[in-house]
């Protein structure tokens, strides 16, 4: 059997993702064994596994349960590493929000959407999120608008306002 953490514990340069998401993709128990790293306290190896289970869900989300969808969420709330939250963002967004999305997951992503100290993809994912989330709750649009009409998008990139722009459209 594959050792994926050593594997996933290495630099990248020296990792073959193409044969590693080849192997995880087509294998459910090697899927729940890198989706397990994604909780490891080494964040370059929770950072790899966390990159191939981003191309899972893309590829096989049917590997994917409400279990470890919500397990996602709740690790997107806890982790400081902004590598980890990104992916986490995108896996979520591929597969779509949990049944039940806990409120603190939507205050840290106004918190990330805003944040000058958060990356852009994080920040935009963010805000992703939420406009997801106002599909569910209609009763929300007006509050994610009003939070995105009042930011001053002087300060922010140009994806972030484009993104900012688009989803005000949508709402």
Not at 4 to 19: A, D, H, M, R, W
Not at 61 to 68: A, E, L, R, V
Not at 102 to 111: A, G, L, Q, T
Not at 118 to 131: C, D, E, G, N, T
């Amino acid at each position: 059997m594959t050792n994926f953490k050593e594997i996933l514990s290495k630099p990248v340069s020296q990792i073959n993702y193409k044969v590693l998401f080849a192997e995880v993709s087509e294998s459910y128990e090697d899927f729940c064994v890198v989706f397990e790293l994604m909780f490891d306290a080494d964040e370059k190896t929770a950072w790899h596994a966390a990159w191939i289970c981003e191309k899972v869900s893309e590829r096989s989300p049917h590997f994917f349960t409400k279990k470890s969808v919500e397990r996602m969420v709740e690790l997107a709330v806890s982790t400081v590493f902004t590598g980890l939250q990104r992916l986490l963002l995108s896996i979520i967004l591929n597969l779509g929000l949990p049944d039940e999305v806990p409120v603190e997951f939507i205050n840290i992503s106004f918190e990330r959407m805003i944040s000058q100290k958060s990356p852009v993809a994080v920040q935009v994912l963010s805000m992703k999120i939420l406009y997801e989330f106002t599909k569910r709750e209609p009763d929300f649009k007006a509050e994610l608008r009003a939070y995105l009409e009042s930011i001053d998008v002087e300060n922010y990139t140009v994806g972030y306002r484009s993104a900012r722009k688009n989803i005000l459209k949508r709402i």
